[in-house]
């Protein structure tokens, strides 16, 4: 096989620093994935994930926190701007047929990141884990923070119950997430989502759909381009 012909099977790489509770986070990621759909692109791309953290600062328990108490508390913004920012969130979503429950748990993600750098070193499939997580916890359909929910979305990508809850109990993988969220901010991340196109393009936020479309063209153009040389 000539270098020519492997690099054409080689898909194109999108990177994403993203956290499980950043509703953005879950915009965008459906947005690039309908993007892809639309332009018959998906099997040409390859999309993986990394970890950033919205809040560090957020205690690791929920405690019966909401997302709703914790900006109102951590930003001094009235209960009633945060629903209304929640409900425009919520209805962007339903423009994209994902569901979205304007009040969710709120806590620490880090031990998230930490469980996903474990299931990834075990074999499996961290991203699915994350996604997971994440869509779930934006459905109301899951507590991203209870123990045995970790447990359980872990199992699914084969890690084991024991594993899981000494990763949870650690500070075990600290430094790989720690190394994620440093890469990002190298890059010039200031929050999330953040993406990389393709090792060479930087682009802060949940692009609308319109310029992630225009943005999968340009790049597989690209690329065929270097691949014709």
Request: glycine content about 6%; hydrophobic content about 40%.
């Amino acid at each position: 096989m000539t270098e020519s012909t492997a690099s054409f099977t080689d898909p194109i790489a999108i990177d994403i620093w993203t956290d499980v509770v950043c509703p953005w986070c879950y915009i965008g990621e459906s947005r690039l994935n309908d993007a892809l759909e639309a332009e018959g692109l998906s099997d040409r791309f390859k999309i993986e994930l990394h970890a950033f953290e919205l809040d560090p600062s957020a205690p690791e328990n929920a405690g019966g926190e909401t997302n709703i108490d914790h900006l109102a508390q951590r930003k001094g913004m009235p209960r009633e701007q945060v629903e209304q920012m929640e409900s425009q969130v919520q209805a962007l979503a339903a423009e994209l047929d994902r569901p979205y429950a304007v009040e969710r748990p709120m806590a620490n993600t880090r031990r998230l990141h930490r469980v996903r750098q474990a299931i990834i070193e075990a074999g499996g499939d961290g991203d699915a884990f994350f996604l997971d997580l994440q869509r779930r916890y934006f459905a109301g359909e899951v507590n991203p923070f209870d123990v045995d929910e970790i447990v359980a979305a872990a199992a699914k990508q084969g890690l084991d119950e024991a594993r899981t809850r000494e990763v949870v109990a650690s500070d075990e993988f600290d430094r790989e997430v720690t190394d994620e969220v440093r890469r990002a901010r190298m890059l010039g991340a200031q929050g999330v989502p953040f993406f990389l196109f393709d090792h060479k393009y930087t682009a802060p936020g949940a692009l609308p759909l319109d310029t992630f479309r225009q943005v999968v063209r340009s790049l597989a153009a690209e690329r065929d381009a270097e691949d014709a040389k």
